[in-house]
């Protein structure tokens, strides 16, 4: 039987279900043959195929790794706009001769590189010091973690649409970003529910 453990309370749950059904079956086996010694027909022996020595860090450095990146890309998208609201220059801004979308890949641009740069560290890192293997195509990685860097530059460029301050900036797109992102990123939860 194998169970996807994605879930892993329905994992834990159809486990449970697969002991107790394996109990039962050993049981009846070992009623019937009272007077003889046989090995019961079914036995239960859990495998984990993803990180089979169950290490933590395996499970905890991808969570940094999407962890760090959103935090920097949002914080730093939210706050680079609303730093030209505060300082007055935003008129100044508006009447040159520069288009809204340069003006906009001129602020996400560096951050987006900033953020992609840290987030490959942070794998190298994780690779050297934790020995987290590396399975599959740089190619594709590199590409979801640029899908995932723009759709949080995105949110920051709408909390700096919002917000007057840099204050009120930093502080919506710490909630916004930190708090979904510090739950769904594995850091709350045991190993033993992964």
Not at 54 to 59: D, H, N, Q, V
Not at 170 to 187: E, K, N, R
Request: charged share 10%.
């Amino acid at each position: 039987m194998i169970v996807d453990g994605d879930n892993a309370n329905t994992a834990t749950t159809v486990m449970g279900y697969a002991q107790s059904i394996v109990a039962e079956v050993a049981a009846d086996t070992s009623a019937l043959t009272a007077e003889i010694t046989i090995a019961p027909p079914l036995r239960l022996e859990p495998r984990v195929w993803y990180n089979p020595q169950l290490r933590s860090t395996l499970f905890l450095v991808p969570g940094l790794i999407a962890y760090i990146a959103m935090i920097t890309a949002v914080i730093s998208t939210a706050l680079s706009i609303v730093r030209e609201k505060e300082r007055g220059t935003m008129e100044q801004v508006r009447m040159s001769p520069i288009s809204p979308a340069a003006y906009i890949a001129g602020k996400t641009i560096p951050y987006l590189a900033l953020s992609f740069v840290s987030a490959l560290l942070i794998i190298l890192a994780a690779m050297l010091l934790f020995e987290l293997p590396m399975r599959g195509s740089w190619l594709h990685l590199c590409g979801a973690i640029a899908l995932f860097l723009i759709g949080a530059q995105a949110q920051g460029l709408v909390i700096s649409s919002i917000a007057p301050t840099q204050q009120v900036a930093f502080q919506v797109a710490l909630l916004s970003s930190f708090l979904p992102t510090f739950i769904l990123s594995g850091f709350i939860f045991p190993i033993s529910s992964s």
